[in-house]
């Protein structure tokens, strides 16, 4: 599929964000990341970017398509991205148990391992977890600056 970021795809990226809400959340980290760098841009503005970064034409279309997709079904091999603890990860699902509609238990075997301590001295790597993920890609467990343990792109 070609990566024309004006094209209007009728699947999504397969690294691109799982629900709404985790669309939502990347457009309020870039905008807030691009402040923190002295470029101030409106949450409108953050979201079109998010939708184009995902190859769809705008946000409304990337609304639309994600809006209407149920909740992912996790298989044994699926390979999956994000953030654990804060730190970008790569890993394939080694384990799945369904708990109840949109929720699964899931284990996770990191291709690199994860430095879980952000404390610059000391360091923990963890190369596997268990997290129970919901429909929207993340855990319902918060780290103490309020982000999820884990949010997963797809």
């Known amino acids: 599929m070609s990566s024309d970021s004006s094209s209007n795809r009728s699947t999504p990226d397969r690294t691109g964000p799982i629900s709404i809400t985790a ?19 409106s949450h409108s503005k953050s979201l079109e970017l998010v939708a184009r970064q995902h190859g769809f034409r705008d946000w409304n279309t990337l609304f639309a398509h994600l809006g209407n997709r149920p909740a992912p ?24 148990k369904k708990i109840s509609d949109g929720w699964f238990r899931l284990t996770f075997q990191f291709d690199q391992p994860v430095d879980v301590i952000t404390f610059e001295s000391m360091s923990n790597y963890r190369s596997r977890t268990t997290q129970v993920i ?21």
């Not at 044994?76 to 990860?89: E, H, K, T, W």
């Not at 429909?135 to 797809?154: A, F, Q, V």
Request: proline fraction near 3%; glycine fraction near 10%; aromatic fraction near 4%.
């Open 23 to 41: 669309a939502k959340r990347q457009a309020k980290l870039l905008r807030s990341k691009l402040a923190t760098d002295g470029t101030a841009i």
């Open 73 to 96: 079904a996790w298989q044994i091999g699926d390979r999956v991205c994000g953030l654990y603890l804060s730190q970008r990860f790569e890993a394939e699902i080694i384990a799945v």
């Open 134 to 154: 919901g429909p929207d890609g993340t855990t319902r467990e918060k780290t103490s600056n309020g982000r999820p343990h884990m949010i997963l792109e797809l």
